[in-house]
């Protein structure tokens, strides 16, 4: 019999393509331990090379992740599901919760690490918040931890002058966080305009965000803008796209 187009493909492709169908079919579970190089070899009859590279497509895709020293296993996946929508209502912050309550449920989430600086507007912040040349920005750059697995990074500009001596320049900005803050000082948001594109991560953002090999990430770029229309707050976020779903509800 002729081989098939299917059979003509490299042997890691096959594999690969095994192992993924065992896993769609339920053979191996969320958090279950993939067959190992040496386990590959055996019952494949191929090289190491071989089994590491079929392992390797499956982390490539996001099916599997390696843990070190333990082997490969089927990536868990519970996503973090991001209201888009409801958790920037005045309801949320206005009422002291912070706007992360509408989607974590009951998941433990952790800011690990806040940096508060001061700093001159870079290019692309200055003319959104319609900033003259050289006026600093108040800079607030957070982690986000989901269950223990960083999922997020932002980082905030706010204009100076506006919220110098504020606890929006303290790493614990207090309830409601800084909208709340905002609120405060006569500059309560009340239009956002956000922009979402995906692209992989670099280098330095898959280390802090723990992040398996071909696993890109969603830039989330939010304006928050005050009802006279000026804009108060750039938020700059990198998400793990594993680790969420963005959902946007809205009434027709």
């Not at 309801?91 to 433990?108: K, L, T, V």
């Not at 980082?155 to 409601?176: F, H, R």
């Not at 405060?184 to 992989?200: A, C, D, K, N, Q």
Request: a negative charge; charged letters at 30%.
């Amino acid at each position: 019999m002729a081989n098939t187009d299917h059979d003509r493909r490299p042997k890691y492709q096959r594999i690969a393509d095994a192992l993924r169908e065992a896993v769609q079919s339920g053979e191996y579970g969320p958090g279950d331990r993939l067959p190992g190089e040496n386990d590959l070899m055996a019952t494949y009859g191929v090289a190491r090379m071989t089994a590491r590279q079929a392992l390797g497509v499956l982390r490539d895709e996001g099916v599997a992740e390696a843990r070190k020293g333990a082997g490969v296993f089927v990536r868990e996946y519970r996503p973090l599901r991001r209201r888009g929508i409801q958790r920037l209502a005045q309801q949320q912050w206005g009422n002291g919760r912070s706007i992360w309550s509408a989607d974590i449920e009951d998941r433990d989430l952790e800011v690990d690490q806040v940096r508060v600086s001061d700093e001159v507007a870079p290019e692309h912040v200055g003319p959104v918040l319609d900033l003259d040349a050289e006026e600093t920005v108040c800079v607030r750059r957070r982690r986000f931890v989901l269950d223990g697995k960083p999922v997020l990074l932002a980082t905030s500009y706010l204009p100076s002058s506006l919220v110098a001596g504020t606890a929006i320049t303290q790493e614990d900005t207090g309830p409601g966080g800084t909208f709340a803050r905002l609120a405060e000082l006569g500059y309560e948001p009340v239009h956002f305009r956000e922009e979402i594109r995906s692209r992989m991560p670099s280098k330095d953002e898959a280390t802090q965000l723990s992040m398996s090999t071909g696993t890109p990430v969603f830039l989330v770029c939010r304006t928050a803008y005050t009802a006279e229309g000026r804009p108060v707050e750039i938020n700059e976020m990198t998400l793990d796209a594993a680790s969420y779903i963005l959902e946007y509800d809205f009434e027709a």
